[in-house]
């Protein structure tokens, strides 16, 4: 098994790509678009080094990445309610 960091066992569906997006369209640093999604995610204290950071596209919205991210990683269910409605508003205005 996994360590928690590293796999997300619970991706809300809302947080799935949309039917024929692509995670790199949407979120990664390479294209315009993937700047701007990537920044409206709420920083918050990173689950190793303390220091905040963003969230992680990758482990909020495909459930997988590498233990050695320097994104914060944090299960929406341990979330608390305030950061998961940042997280729900940045992940929904990605995807309209």
Not at 15 to 39: H, M, Q, R, V
Request: aromatic share 8%; hydrophobic share 30%.
């Amino acid at each position: 098994m996994q360590p928690w960091w590293e796999e997300n066992p619970s991706v809300p569906d809302q947080y799935c790509l949309p039917t024929g997006k692509d995670f790199g369209d949407l979120w990664s640093s390479k294209t315009d678009a993937g700047k701007a999604n990537t920044l409206r995610l709420p920083k918050v204290l990173h689950h190793k080094s303390g220091k905040l950071r963003p969230l992680c596209a990758k482990y909020t919205i495909q459930g997988k990445c590498k233990a050695s991210c320097g994104f914060s990683h944090q299960p929406p269910g341990d979330m608390n309610p305030a950061l998961r409605r940042q997280t729900d508003e940045a992940v929904s205005a990605a995807y309209t």
